[in-house]
């Protein structure tokens, strides 16, 4: 089955800062993206609690901060887990601690279906809270685009994200399954995504439904925050 990234998300790129970096350093500039889907007959809390206390420990192995998402419409029935980190320094330093960890328990019982990590960078953050849910939509662009011709489609559909529902943003794949391009926002309730979502779509009406985007993939995942 195909892993959405948020992956929350993920995915996810919500803002949190770590207090031992000097200010003024670039923060959360890349995020780790991981999706578990629920196996069968499985009950998702166990699953869910088992992510959870997984988020913590990542945390203390030295992520700025770590939460957890699951799937409330699209693709995957699973949860979407999501580590912000600074840089790959960073990233090399936690590994480090998470191997060491695991080689406590060499062998230890895969309690979820199937599992995916993408490590996404951060072109743009307006969303600095995590919501209580997010609409995670990813697009993956014609082939024959160069990488600037790709981006400038991504930051296009995005600033319509971006006045449609106010605070989101947008990640591009750079290690992992998939090369795509990830707008993330945020939402309330149904309510409110029922009205920035009408919004949203009158802008795309007026200023994009002319223009040749050249979108080769795309899927929109809903996920419900359960731990940030």
Do not use: W
């Amino acid at each position: 089955m195909k892993q959405i990234l948020l992956s929350l998300f993920l995915i996810f790129s919500l803002s949190a800062y770590s207090a031992h970096h000097e200010e003024g350093e670039a923060k959360n500039q890349f995020q780790l993206l991981s999706t578990y889907e629920i196996a069968s007959g499985q009950n998702p809390q166990d699953l869910a609690e088992e992510l959870m206390e997984m988020q913590k420990n990542q945390e203390s192995y030295g992520y700025n901060n770590c939460g957890v998402y699951r799937h409330q419409f699209g693709a995957m029935r699973g949860f979407y887990t999501y580590c912000n980190f600074d840089d790959m320094k960073q990233f090399a330093a936690v590994m480090k601690k998470s191997i060491a960890a695991q080689s406590s328990d060499p062998s230890p019982v895969q309690s979820y279906a199937s599992h995916s990590d993408n490590i996404v960078a951060v072109l743009e953050r307006n969303l600095t809270e995590a919501p209580n849910y997010i609409l995670n939509s990813e697009y993956n662009f014609g082939p024959y685009l160069t990488a600037n011709e790709q981006l400038n489609r991504a930051n296009k559909l995005y600033d319509v994200y971006k006045e449609g529902f106010g605070a989101c943003n947008l990640t591009q794949h750079r290690y992992g399954p998939e090369y795509s391009f990830y707008i993330v926002c945020g939402f309330n309730d149904f309510d409110d995504f029922a009205e920035k979502s009408a919004k949203a779509d009158s802008i795309y009406e007026k200023t994009l439904m002319d223009e040749k985007l050249d979108i080769k993939i795309h899927s929109d995942n809903m996920l419900i925050k359960v731990m940030d």
